[in-house]
């Protein structure tokens, strides 16, 4: 490994959103075969929850070797779309770069 931070792409984070989805066996994995996977797609409508939400952060975390505080002042909470969730990464991510 070079040092140099991955590169996250939108697909990428679909992927991992899909993944960690698919991992809960409570899932109906009906929800997500059937939701729209895009930018503009709510959170809510992929059947992420919570504890996906806590798992994803994890996953997250660990790949970007990044620390995402989500507390309940954080705008990492306040995300409903997967773009708004991509865009709060990417500037976890830069402020990691700056540093």
């Not at 504890?51 to 660990?62: G, Q, T």
């Amino acid at each position: 490994m070079t040092g140099e931070t991955p590169r996250l792409t939108l697909d990428f984070l679909i992927g991992m959103l899909k993944q960690v989805i698919e991992q809960n066996s409570s899932r109906d994995s009906g929800k997500i075969t059937s939701a729209t996977w895009g930018p503009e797609t709510l959170l809510e409508d992929t059947g992420f929850n919570s504890y996906d939400f806590v798992e994803m952060i994890f996953k997250l975390e660990d790949h970007f070797d990044i620390e995402i505080d989500y507390n309940a002042n954080n705008n990492v909470n306040d995300v409903k779309t997967i773009g708004e969730l991509y865009h709060e990464i990417l500037k976890l991510l830069a402020n990691k770069q700056a540093a």
